[in-house]
């Protein structure tokens, strides 16, 4: 019998507290425990991508990473960067540019868009596609993702501008 | 996967105190070790997450100019702090995919020694030295074949140091799914010689290619590499790609990277 762990995070703001065995991986802790399932469950294997949540500030695919191991860390999810009646300049670029089909990558794909754009607010093409790499799309064949990125990116950095 | 207990030590002297209990195994960012938990081809009964540990944290110049990088240290502050080394830190940039960069470390990467891996080329192409909690290992005596190395059980890689050469350059011709090299050549120009480490085609795991040194440190030029090739009959053969044309990638791969360095 395993010790269970005393595991603190801050999830889009909100604090949480709880054991857990020390094998539980931090995607099944917001799915299942948190009832956050915006991050999707994709491969498992850290190839997909859908599970990228931000913690510290990083993007981390959570189905690689013990909840123990995120014990005291921030954690932002798609629930976390914009609501349907308040979307986020990338939710409403993805919409508007037909960067998703069956939805499935999406929260992934967003959520680490938010990070790539932090990083770097005016990547080229080949940027983004270096920068999305740990994130796969079987439908749309990547083109209106890039697309949806770029016109995110111009909206962001317009109403940036427009704010100095 | 099967349970185990979970220890986050504060220190090295911790680490190792925590790592002396039956099947206790050490976890960096388990970029590696998660997945293969998962398929349940390891249990260990204890996992040490050397995270934590501050002094195996971050990137430093050592008194003899090379760079030090604390064995904890995750592939993006690699990229972004070893610039005192170009060649690494752009090895780094490009191990994986951002997330993994985000996690990984280079000491889980040089202790797993996977014969795909980026860091174990850049590290032998760099003659570099393997600090651990007990001793100091040359490269060249600490990479001993696939998934094996010179380290004992319970020893941890706390530090590696990498003296910095005149030019160096890693070109990695990507396995597209897996994002490992398919085959990746490392080569660095040091004013005692030329060093050529390429991973991702023995079956031995990561090696120096010898002939390819000797040729480019009388004349570092691509031309100086024509006519040379490698045998593939030992080489790694799977549905990616043949021995034999992991051979021909060598020597391509070097060729590039001696034209980029």
Not at chain 1, 50 to 77: H, L, N, P, R
Request: aromatic share 6%; with cysteine.
């Amino acid at each position: 019998m395993s010790k269970k762990m005393h595991i603190k995070l801050n999830v889009n703001g909100k604090d949480e507290e709880f054991l857990a065995e020390p094998r539980e991986l931090l995607i099944y802790t917001l799915r299942e425990r948190l009832n956050i399932t915006g991050p999707h469950i994709g491969c498992e294997t850290s190839h997909c991508g859908a599970c990228t949540v931000t913690i510290d500030g990083k993007s981390v695919k959570s189905c690689t990473m013990f909840a123990a191991q995120a014990d005291g860390a921030e954690i932002t999810t798609i629930e976390g960067i914009g609501n349907p009646d308040d979307l986020h300049p990338l939710q409403t670029a993805f919409k508007e540019h037909h960067g998703l089909q069956c939805g499935y990558c999406t929260p992934g794909m967003i959520t680490r868009a938010t990070k790539l754009l932090e990083e770097n607010p005016t990547p080229t093409e080949e940027e983004i596609r270096f920068g999305m790499a740990g994130n796969i799309c079987r439908c749309t064949g990547y083109q209106n993702i890039i697309k949806s990125i770029q016109a995110a990116a111009a909206e962001m950095n317009a109403a940036k501008e427009a704010a100095e | 996967m099967y349970n185990f207990d979970f220890e986050k030590p504060e220190s090295v002297a911790d680490a190792i105190a925590a790592l002396q209990g039956e099947e206790a195994q050490a976890l960096g960012g388990g970029q590696t070790l998660i997945p293969t938990l998962k398929q349940r081809l390891a249990s260990p009964s204890t996992l040490v997450s050397l995270k934590g540990i501050a002094e195996m944290q971050g990137v430093c110049m050592g008194d003899d100019g090379s760079v030090c990088i604390g064995g904890a240290t995750n592939h993006a502050t690699v990229a972004a702090e070893a610039g005192a080394y170009p060649a690494l830190a752009d090895t780094a940039a490009h191990i994986g995919d951002p997330a993994v960069r985000n996690r990984g470390t280079i000491g889980g990467s040089l202790a797993n020694n996977d014969p795909s891996a980026c860091y174990p080329a850049a590290a032998l192409g760099s003659g570099a030295t393997i600090v651990t909690n007990a001793r100091q290992i040359a490269a060249d005596d600490y990479f001993q074949g696939m998934f094996t190395t010179a380290l004992d059980e319970g020893e941890i890689i706390t530090e590696v140091r990498f003296p910095v050469p005149e030019k160096a350059n890693y070109q990695k011709f990507v396995q597209p799914a897996s994002r490992f090299a398919l085959v990746g050549v490392y080569v660095a120009k040091y004013a005692d010689g030329v060093r050529v480490a390429i991973t991702g085609a023995s079956n031995d795991g990561v090696f120096r290619w010898a002939e390819a040194e000797a040729a480019l440190s009388a004349n570092f030029s691509a031309s100086a590499l024509d006519g040379l090739s490698l045998s593939g009959d030992d080489m790694i053969s799977d549905l990616h790609g043949t021995g034999e044309y992991r051979a021909h990638l060598c020597a391509v791969m070097t060729k590039r990277a001696v034209a980029a360095a």
